[in-house]
């Protein structure tokens, strides 16, 4: 009977020292997996700060593109009005053919410029909305 008093007052200390060990394990763990949350938390909300200044950042690019449009619409069916009163006018058949070619002229250039300044406009606001992911991936 002495041999079993003897196992079972090893086998506390044993026992203990592994609970001990076990605990401080789950410590470290949840330390850790508290600040992978904490990581997680900032990075959530840095990106929604990022996502809501670019959705108003693109708010006003769609705006302006908008606005654009409307212009160049205008002053696209303004010359077209004056180009057809110009071909009616017109007294032969040549006149008629140098009139529209050279509203054709006009149209393609002016849809060229503005199409360009308008892609110019999109990769502006391209850059300036992957700036904090580029500043994000580069951590």
């Known amino acids: 009977m002495a041999k079993a008093t003897t196992t079972k007052t090893r086998a506390k200390p044993e026992a203990s020292a592994a609970s001990t060990s076990a605990t401080k394990m789950l410590d470290?763990?949840?330390?850790?997996?508290?600040?992978?949350?904490?990581?997680?938390?900032?990075?959530?909300?840095?990106?929604l700060k990022a996502m809501s200044e670019r959705a108003s950042g693109a708010t006003e690019i769609m705006r302006s593109l908008g606005d654009r449009n409307m212009?160049?619409?205008?002053?696209?069916?303004?010359?077209?009005?004056?180009?057809?009163?110009?071909i009616t006018a017109a007294?032969?058949?040549?006149?008629?053919?140098?009139?529209?070619?050279?509203?054709?002229?006009?149209?393609f250039s002016a849809y060229t410029k503005e199409m360009n300044a308008q892609a110019e406009i999109c990769m502006s606001a391209w850059r300036d909305a992957a700036k904090p992911f580029m500043a994000f991936a580069a951590k």
């Open 71 to 86: 212009e160049f619409f205008t002053k696209t069916l303004e010359q077209g009005v004056e180009a057809t009163q110009a």
């Open 91 to 107: 007294k032969d058949v040549r006149e008629v053919m140098e009139i529209q070619a050279g509203f054709a002229k006009s149209m």
């Open 28 to 47: 470290e763990s949840m330390e850790q997996f508290s600040g992978f949350a904490g990581m997680f938390g900032e990075y959530a909300e840095n990106g």
